[in-house]
């Protein structure tokens, strides 16, 4: 196999500019609407703080761990997903194949969500305002369901996406996480100032912090561990592709640590903006993703500069969104660089072309083509199921069961350990949770997320 330290044009392979670079668009990339749009309805809808508990609990058990494995397969294979995979084990290439297929399936939907949240945040001083939860629900329909507007936001927020991509690592993706991590930062504590001063606010929070261990369930545990999944992109191979561009001297498991602890105070901060400002206006805090385009709106609107919180909210959402999205676009761009003569430029265009037509059947399933069902689902959630239940479990597992039955034990703990130079001791109990905890953990997981196992 070609030296995957160069790609097809013999130009040197790409590199992070520095440490805390790496960490910052790694957060990036999982800090995204799974943690600020799709973890506060889950936990209003598994019973609050019991929810936030286990998600915590299985965060440090499987999600540190398996956040590690991914960035050790990256690093070892120096290459996009599929080559990084050949190189430990030929017979697990289709988890990279498949990793680059869902990528642009989610890239697809997720500029549709996207075009929604930028048209939102445009919407706050203008059409939003003044508006009840019913009117913010018939201006969600309307335009959700409007056969071409939607697709115009769409491609704003492809093109934004495919234009960062299209600047490298250093000068693109690096470059604008820390550019937008830092202002999603900022955005999230103004929010959740407002929220905990709102009057009734704090009975919002303790339903947030105080468990109720009689709500635990077994589908809370299900559900608990796939918001950990799709919070720190575990099983999309994009951490793969992002850990190939890392240094041998970085520390990965002391790196893991600022990205996983910011990705979890996003979502606890997402919970403090949400639950507060829900409680206080008497909201059922499990209200689905409608939470995010109807419920939320329609508070702000009837708040004093309701339209600034409004517009601070959606552009924290956009940051959120596109820090994501270009993580997944990079999955497919690496692949076609390494793989073909395309140029960085016109892979990402492509790519971002694809996904662009495969987004318009997404968008038109909310309008014109509702009644479109594949085995009863809708498109969006047709594809979103695949990618979110199927595909992403599936590839976390075999990803597991590779590094900790397949790769040999002596090469696993050197390449984490940057062949000895941090504790190869940390290594080794770390390899033992992967081989035992997160194997069998995952196994079971997968099973009930497909149905198997109830």
């Keep these: 196999m070609k030296e995957q330290n160069q790609l097809n044009t013999g130009q040197p392979r790409e590199r992070w500019g520095s440490k805390f670079g790496f960490i910052l668009a790694t957060a990036g990339s999982a800090v995204g609407l799974g943690n600020i749009w799709r973890f506060p309805y889950m936990t209003g809808a598994y019973g609050g703080a019991s929810f936030v508990l286990l998600y915590l609990g299985i965060i440090v058990l499987i999600g540190a761990s398996m956040l590690i494995v991914d960035f050790v397969i990256g690093r070892h294979g120096r290459a996009n997903a599929v080559e990084s995979y050949r190189k430990i084990s030929s017979k697990f290439v289709w988890m990279g194949y498949l990793g680059i297929f869902c990528a642009i399936l989610v890239l697809s939907y997720y500029a549709v969500i996207g075009g929604w949240i930028t048209y939102y945040g445009l919407s706050s001083f203008t059409s939003l305002r003044g508006l009840d939860s019913g009117q913010v629900g018939e201006f969600f329909g309307a335009f959700s369901g409007h056969p071409w507007k939607p697709l ?3 491609l704003s927020f492809m093109v934004f996406t495919v234009v960062i991509v299209m600047g490298g690592i250093k000068k693109g993706i ?30 919002g929070v303790k339903y947030f912090l105080k468990p109720d261990f009689s709500k635990i369930t077994w589908a809370t545990v299900v559900a608990a561990t796939g ?33 996983i602890a910011t990705d979890t105070a996003v979502a606890l901060l997402a919970g403090l903006i949400v639950f507060p400002t829900a409680f206080a206006f008497g909201v059922e805090p499990g209200s689905g993703p409608g939470l995010v385009f109807v419920t939320i709106p329609s508070i702000y609107s009837s708040m004093p500069f309701g339209s600034v919180f409004s517009f601070l909210f959606f552009a924290l959402l956009l940051f959120a969104s596109v820090t994501s999205s270009i ?5 497919v761009v690496a692949f076609l660089r390494e793989k073909t003569n ?9 790519t971002g072309v694809l996904c662009m037509i495969l987004g318009i059947p997404v968008s038109l399933g909310f309008g014109i083509w509702q009644n479109v069902t594949f085995f009863g689902k809708g498109i969006f959630d047709l594809f979103d199921f ?3 239940n199927v595909s992403y479990p599936i590839i976390a597992l075999f990803s597991a069961i590779l590094v ?7 090469e696993v703990i050197d390449a984490v350990s940057s062949h000895g130079l941090y504790s190869r001791k940390v290594s080794e109990t770390w390899y033992y949770v992967v081989k035992f905890v997160c194997v069998v953990g995952l196994s079971i997981v997968a099973l009930s997320l497909v149905g198997i196992l109830k």
Excluded: C, H
């Excluded at 395309?342 to 492509?350: D, F, G, P, T």
């Design 386 to 388: 695949f990618a979110a």
């Design 227 to 259: 918001q950990v999944f799709f919070s720190l992109n575990i099983g999309t191979t994009g951490m793969v592709v992002y850990g190939s561009y890392l240094d041998d001297d970085i520390n990965i498991p002391k790196s893991s640590l600022p990205i």
């Design 327 to 331: 993580s997944i676009l990079e999955i």
């Design 342 to 350: 395309l140029s960085r430029k016109n892979a990402s265009i492509w």
């Design 404 to 410: 900790g039955w397949i790769w040999k034990k002596e």
């Design 152 to 154: 115009i936001f769409q």
């Design 174 to 203: 690096e470059k604008w996480n820390k550019i937008l991590m830092p202002a999603l930062l900022i955005m999230l504590v103004i929010l959740v100032i407002k929220s905990l001063t709102l009057e009734g606010g704090m009975e």
